[in-house]
């Protein structure tokens, strides 16, 4: 096979078994002595149907500027602040050997078959040595030139020049679908050495400032500010580049020198077409050259095109079977309505033939070549590597198809790949090749996300596909066909992290952005929650700190409502990161449901007009107020129109969690319950025992009323409004009761509260405000045991604002109801249970 050729087991295939890599299946560790059997020869024969042994997952860790990147396919990427023991050494400048065996190992394949004849530089020699020469001054230059007119056959030449000029040497580049910053990684991998490092910003623009080289840039697609940005970064590098008219022009101040490239002469036409012929032409085809040249403007890609139809003719007159007869040719692509195979005379195709020769010329190649051709169409162009080709074809001689099309001019390079040459793709649209893209472009995505997500692919040559896998996805999002979308998102879930582990993050970032897209119109929601992480992952490694906030937040919030702790534990980890790199507030997320997080406790509830449990719902503290919020019950209207904001309506956002706001609701139903228990068993204490509130606790030592603290409540019943059940209470030694007040409040000349009627004076002599010694109990006084006791108030360290009025005696008892008011009724209660009663 020839060594450009990679081996079919370096795309996951081998002679033996198909799809499994080079390593073979080894029996299950726990298979019992029953599932061995024994063959015919007496061979011992594992039997193992249970679960395959799993795959190892292909896990890189690489350096991105200060961070610790760890690229995990199943799990998803982590980031990390870089260990001090895992910093990168420096890099290494390449050596000239260095950069000619990248160089090499870049270029687009040879294609299998005899080497075609690359085709002279014509009529390109003046403008060959003004590039040179300019160059040599450490100019940059801008070639602008139709597609077709030869700018890379140019390039190509003025590269081979100026191998000397610079101390770098020549780097070539591709700006094919290609940005500032990814030419910029690009330059600083083509000249240093630095495996799985990516530096940051700031480490680029010092490493590529200090680049001398002569770069030579093919289908530039940006300028303007773009371009200038180019220039400042490297400004001890000579830029060549080639672009097309309708890309935009530099600013002035960049100092670009511009040369424009147009079509060939009538004669240097005419010589190319019999170089690609390889023999002179007749006056009948040097006519039909002329007026080709006048149609199509002297563009070298159509003469080079009309080469090969030229040889295609030749080789019908003398085999008119060799493409299968006229009768077999696709009626899209007509040869001639008049033409006769007789083995001498075949007419030259019409002019519009050979102005638009891409169907002709398909006509009349291999099957396998005109399906390579259906299967470029549906990706946009871009053709696949020739070793994916009998795989997508179903033909093991699928890969001379490509040998086939570039000996017709219908590819040109493009980097490290091939692709449809310019014209080609509408061409071939007209003419039939795409009714079934959608279907071919679906088949590319299932045979890439097998390739891909097989561990024995290395990142580096999932790279070097990235233009065809990012157009297979993008062909089918958004799609209408059954299932179109869950391939994209199969697809990038499997491409995604070897674009990531091979430093090709501008990849990386679309295929992302293809596979949240599909996942949303899929409604794979733990697959959309995988994608807005990466992305978040991606932001946060490139320095968009704000949009790694926002990619982590919805991953986060997806992730919650999926029950997803370990991924939502990698986002806000990830978004802790975050918050700590850009100087911002620590992320105050809620704690997810199952980790511990201690209540706050107020000791004086919040009295609230609504009911209990809202009154400690206002009572709780919010200590991540800019993150969960208490929302109030909505109407049926409101909650209906809220449920019909779309899928992923119940989020409300990035920052209120589901999960979270559940719990709080709970805690505060069970919070208000509690509360509303405690207040009605004070309703209760209050009415059994008139004379004792929780606002003055009954067992408080007033030393300066002269009541006792602590007095004996056996005896005392409620209501009971005659004097034989009362019995006189003995007072503690030392203690001096208060003449005047009666032991056991009347129910009928006091009120709910033990507070005299206005309606009934008082018996009671007002007291004149001295102490009296106590007689002590009487013996014929005997304490009537209560059948129930009530309950003990419980003390509070609070002191009652009304002690003041309770300790200075009224003068009557209308003054005394109306200086203490409700408030002291308590306090008279107690010192009345606590004094002796006067028979």
């Known amino acids: 096979m020839d060594p450009t050729h990679r081996r079919p087991e370096e795309y996951g295939r081998d002679n033996d078994s198909f799809g499994e890599g080079t390593s073979r299946r080894q029996p299950s560790r726990d298979s019992s002595p029953s599932s061995q059997l024994r063959s015919s020869r007496g061979g011992p024969i594992t039997a193992d149907f249970g679960q395959q042994t799993p795959q190892q997952a292909r896990v890189v860790r690489l350096i991105s500027g200060d961070y610790l990147l760890t690229v995990n396919p199943v799990d998803g990427s982590e980031v990390e602040l870089c260990p001090p023991g895992e910093h990168p050494d420096l890099p290494v400048r390449r050596t000239a050997a260095e950069r000619t065996d990248r160089e090499r190992a870049t270029a687009p394949p040879v294609p299998p078959g005899p080497p075609a004849s690359q085709p002279p530089l014509l009529e390109r020699a003046e403008e060959r040595e003004r590039l040179a020469r300019l160059l040599a001054r450490g100019r940059s230059v801008r070639v602008t030139g139709p597609a077709g007119t030869g700018r890379t056959a140019l390039l190509n030449a003025v590269a081979a020049d100026c191998a000397d000029l610079a101390p770098d040497g020549v780097v070539r580049l591709s700006g094919y679908k290609r940005t500032a910053t990814d030419l910029l990684y690009g330059l600083f991998e083509a000249v240093h050495d630095a495996r799985l490092h990516r530096p940051d910003r700031a480490g680029l623009l010092e490493k590529v400032r200090s680049i001398g080289a002569v770069v030579v840039l093919d289908d530039l697609e940006f300028g303007g500010a773009a371009l ?14 080639a672009t097309t008219p309708d890309v935009a022009a530099p600013t002035p101040d960049s100092h670009i020198e511009e040369v424009f490239l147009a079509g060939l002469g009538r004669s240097s036409s005419i010589d190319l077409l019999e170089q690609v012929v390889e023999r002179p032409l007749t006056e009948e085809e040097a006519n039909w050259a002329g007026d080709l040249w006048f149609e199509s403007e002297g563009l070298p890609l159509r003469f080079v095109q009309a080469g090969a139809l030229l040889r295609q003719r030749d080789i019908l007159r003398t085999d008119p079977d060799a493409f299968g007869g006229l009768d077999a040719r696709p009626a899209e692509a007509p040869f001639g309505h008049d033409e006769e195979i007789d083995g001498v005379h075949i007419p030259l195709p019409s002019l519009g033939e050979g102005a638009a020769p891409a169907a002709l010329l398909a006509s009349r190649l291999s099957g396998s070549a005109r399906d390579t051709l259906r299967f470029a169409v549906a990706l946009g162009g871009e053709v696949p590597h020739q070793a994916h080709l009998p795989a997508l074809v179903g033909d093991t001689h699928a890969d001379a198809a490509l040998g086939e099309l570039a000996g017709c001019g219908l590819l040109s390079p493009a980097g490290a790949r091939y692709r449809l040459a310019a014209g ?3 061409q071939l649209e007209a003419a039939g090749y795409g009714e079934d893209s959608i279907d071919r472009a679906r088949t590319a995505a299932q045979h890439y996300a097998w390739w891909a997500g097989h561990p024995s692919v290395t ?21 209408d066909g059954a299932g179109q979308t869950s391939v994209a998102v199969l697809l990038a879930r499997s491409a995604s992290p070897a674009f990531a582990a091979g430093l090709h993050w501008g990849a990386w970032e679309k295929a992302l952005r293809i596979g949240q897209e599909a996942a949303r119109i899929a409604g794979e929601v733990a697959e959309e929650a995988y994608f807005h992480h990466e992305l978040g992952v991606l932001a946060l490694c490139t320095g968009n700190p704000d949009r790694a906030r926002a990619e982590l937040e919805t991953a986060i919030g997806m992730r919650g409502v999926l029950a997803d702790k370990a991924g939502a534990v990698a986002g806000r980890r990830a978004l802790a990161l975050v918050a700590d790199r850009s100087g911002g507030p620590l992320p105050g997320g809620p704690v997810p449901v199952g980790d511990d997080m201690p209540a706050p406790w107020y000791e004086e509830p919040v009295p609230s007009p609504v009911g209990p449990a809202e009154a400690v719902t206002q009572a709780l503290p919010r200590p991540y107020e800019d993150v969960t919020a208490v929302i109030p019950r909505q109407s049926a209207p409101a909650a209906a129109s809220g449920a019909r904001g779309g899928r992923f309506g119940a989020l409300g956002g990035p920052r209120r969690k589901l999960a979270a706001a559940g719990t709080g609701v709970l805690l505060a139903a069970v919070l208000g319950t509690v509360v509303a228990l405690g207040m009605s068993s004070g309703d209760g204490d209050a009415q059994r025992n008139p004379g004792v509130t929780t606002e003055e606790p009954a067992g408080r030592d007033d030393s300066e009323d002269g009541a006792p603290a602590d007095g004996p409540t056996d005896g005392w019943t409620p209501g009971d409004t005659t004097s034989s059940g009362s019995a006189e209470t003995p007072a503690p030694s030392g203690s001096q009761p208060t003449p005047g007040v009666s032991g056991t409040p009347s129910m009928g000349a ?13 018996s009671d002599k007002p007291s004149s405000g001295k102490p009296t010694e ?3 109990p009487t013996e ?3 304490p009537t045991k209560p059948s129930s006791p009530s309950p003990t108030p419980t003390e509070t360290d609070s002191p009652d604002p009304t002690d003041s009025a309770t300790q200075t005696p009224p003068t009557s008892p209308n003054t005394s109801d109306s200086a203490n008011g409700p408030s002291s009724s308590p306090s008279a209660a107690a010192s009345a249970d606590s004094s002796p009663t006067v028979a």
């Open 424 to 426: 080609v793709l509408v």
């Open 750 to 762: 006091t009120g709910p509260s033990g507070t005299p009627s206005s309606d009934t004076p008082s």
């Open 774 to 776: 106590s007689s002590g």
């Open 228 to 241: 200038e940005e180019l220039l400042d970064a490297t400004p001890e590098c000579a830029f060549l580049f």
């Open 459 to 479: 990142p580096v040559r999932v790279t070097a596909e990235a233009d065809a896998v990012i157009a297979a996805m993008a062909q089918l999002v958004p799609g």
């Open 780 to 782: 014929s006084s005997t």
